[in-house]
């Protein structure tokens, strides 16, 4: 119906301008324009950042941090992109370093070389048993989704979140993590293949086992 | 002629949709005739969507306090600042 992405769009537009005013206040130092940001923003960038950093108290210091950032630099904004896309990029830089500060003894490197090849990395090849959002409770799939993503190298994880959780494009992905194109894409499959390896071993329809490649 | 190999390499630009034509249609040809890779394919997209799917969780309240308090801080500093 050609009505509806009109109509989606008119929408969208709405909210999408209802932001760019709200963001025009906060730059002037409207306090109330800046907290309604946060209310909007608050619980993804924490979701991200404990994401990435896999620690409660270092999202908690990166939250608190980015939205401490993102007014004192809100002047510079220029809207040349999305206000949430700008944030991420500030809440991922604040999450690697808390990565880095807590394994200095092992550098964190989003851009260490990678040799496996995909086939390696597919062994359990079964469908799943049913919808895993009917099987389980919601308190129980989190926990599941979070120890999965808990396992990634941080590289793997933090391409994930950024592309498929956060929706940022491979571009914003590349940039924001000094990486380039080739290698988002092959870290995002990557991290798409283990993660969904490690949730077939939980969710697989048991005894129905296919041949795994060789 | 597509092998796993093939399709397990293109997988990412397949899901994303960024295959050209002519190999989307080659990958499809092989996801029908071959029970693996379609089972594969299958098991990646619900796993995105399963994570696409989960709801960021409301902060903690004790959380959202701390981060309140630590704006309004910055906030007034900065406009004791513009006052001086």
Redesign the interface.
């Known amino acids: 119906m050609p009505s509806e992405p009109a109509a989606g769009n008119v929408a969208g537009a709405d909210v999408a301008s209802g932001e760019v005013l709200l963001v025009e206040r906060a730059r002037q ?1 409207d ?1 109330e324009a ?2 309604a940001l ?1 209310s909007k923003y ?3 960038v ?2 991200m950042a404990r994401q990435i950093t896999q620690n409660d108290e270092d999202a ?1 210091d990166v ?2 941090d980015t ?2 950032k993102a ?2 630099h809100l002047p510079s904004f220029q809207g040349q992109s999305k206000f949430y896309t700008w944030l991420t990029r500030i809440a991922v830089n604040e999450s690697l370093m808390k990565l880095r500060k807590r394994k200095s003894d092992r550098t964190v490197s989003l851009d260490e070389n990678i040799e496996t ?3 390696s990395i ?1 062994r359990e ?4 048993d049913g919808t ?2 009917e099987r389980y409770g919601q308190e129980e ?2 926990a599941i ?1 979070d120890e999965a ?1 808990q396992s990634l190298k941080p590289i793997f994880r933090t391409v ?1 979140v950024l592309r ?2 956060e ?1 940022m494009s ?1 571009e914003e992905t590349a940039e924001m993590l000094g990486l380039s194109i080739a290698a988002v ?2 870290r ?2 990557r991290a ?2 283990q ?2 390896e490690k ?2 071993r939980i969710f697989k329809r048991k005894g129905d086992q ?4 060789v | 002629m597509v092998t796993c190999k093939d399709f397990l390499r293109e997988l990412g630009e397949y899901l994303d949709e960024s295959t050209d034509p002519e190999l989307r249609a080659e990958l499809d040809r092989h996801i029908n005739e071959c029970p693996n890779c379609w089972v594969v394919l299958d098991t990646t997209k619900k796993t995105i969507n399963i994570y696409k799917g989960l709801e960021a969780q409301p902060l903690p309240e004790r959380l959202r306090a701390r981060l309140m308090e630590a704006v309004a801080k910055k906030i007034g500093s900065a406009s004791n600042g513009h006052d001086c």
């Open positions: 130092g306090a800046f907290s946060i608050e619980r993804r924490y979701r908690e939250l608190q939205f401490l007014y004192e090849d995909e086939e597919v090849i079964a469908v799943w895993p959002e799939l989190r989704l993503i994930f498929d959780v929706e491979t894409k092959s995002l499959l798409r293949l993660l969904r949730l077939t296919i041949l795994g490649y």
